[in-house]
């Protein structure tokens, strides 16, 4: 297994253009996590699903940013309209089940804002 | 509420010396804890888990309930071990609480 990839590894962007992050988690896996990590904030979760279905989203900073999970295969974090204080890396990662297994982290993408 | 804490952000000490990187949580049930390594510019990585006692490079951690906490030990710092270091927090059906992280140096 390829392990949790993400796309694409690095995003430039202005403020105020879209942006759309993907992850596509290991085959099987039922839950998947989205975190932002920064110098000043370290690792934030930012939401995580369950079998498709959004569990937690009181990591989502603010309405700018949107994540969807259409199937067991992907999933998109959006930001809408960009900021420059949203430059961070943001990792997605997954794991088998609801239960105490470790979780599998992709390789991130830096995003920075201009 | 799960929450996961690291007193020490940096952490410098010299090769050969012993290290240990403190972790504390606080939850009334019982949880899963880990220690996770991120190496400069990599993806962050299992290092080991509390429930399988799986452990590479040497670290080790014990589980302290009475403590609350689950700090991570190796008696002998390499200077490749230089990487920052995550405590999680993971129960069943909840999500994954990371600590704030502390960043080891191990300077030669």
């Known amino acids: 297994d390829a392990g949790v990839i993400q796309s694409p590894r690095h995003e430039v962007t202005e403020m105020g253009q879209e942006v759309t992050l993907r992850c596509k988690p290991i085959?099987?896996?039922?839950?998947l996590f989205w975190y932002r990590q920064t110098m000043m904030r370290g690792l934030e979760l930012l939401i995580y699903f369950n079998n498709n279905v959004p569990i937690d989203d009181s990591g989502m900073p603010e309405d700018r940013f949107s994540a969807k999970m259409p199937n067991a295969s992907f999933s998109t974090l959006k930001i809408q309209p960009s900021e420059p204080r949203d430059s961070a890396v943001y990792f997605c990662?997954?794991?088998?089940?609801?239960?105490?297994?470790?979780?599998?982290f992709g390789s991130g993408t830096q995003l920075s804002v201009l | 509420a799960q929450r996961v804490t690291q007193p020490e952000k940096l952490l410098s000490v010299f090769k050969g010396a012993p290290v240990e990187l403190k972790c504390n949580y606080s939850?009334?049930?019982?949880?899963?804890l880990f220690w996770y390594v991120q190496y400069s510019r990599q993806r962050l990585q299992l290092l080991l888990r509390?429930?399988s006692r799986e452990s590479i490079k040497g670290f080790t951690a014990d589980l302290n309930k009475g403590e609350t906490s689950f700090h991570l030990k190796k008696p002998f710092a390499q200077e490749e071990d230089s990487a920052m270091y995550y405590c999680a927090l993971s129960t069943y059906g909840q999500n994954f609480v990371f600590g704030p992280g502390t960043r080891l140096s191990v300077l030669p």
């Open positions: 990662a997954s794991r088998p089940g609801t239960g105490l297994e470790k979780l599998f």
């Open positions: 939850y009334s049930g019982s949880p899963e």
């Open positions: 085959s099987g896996h039922n839950s």
């Open positions: 509390h429930i």
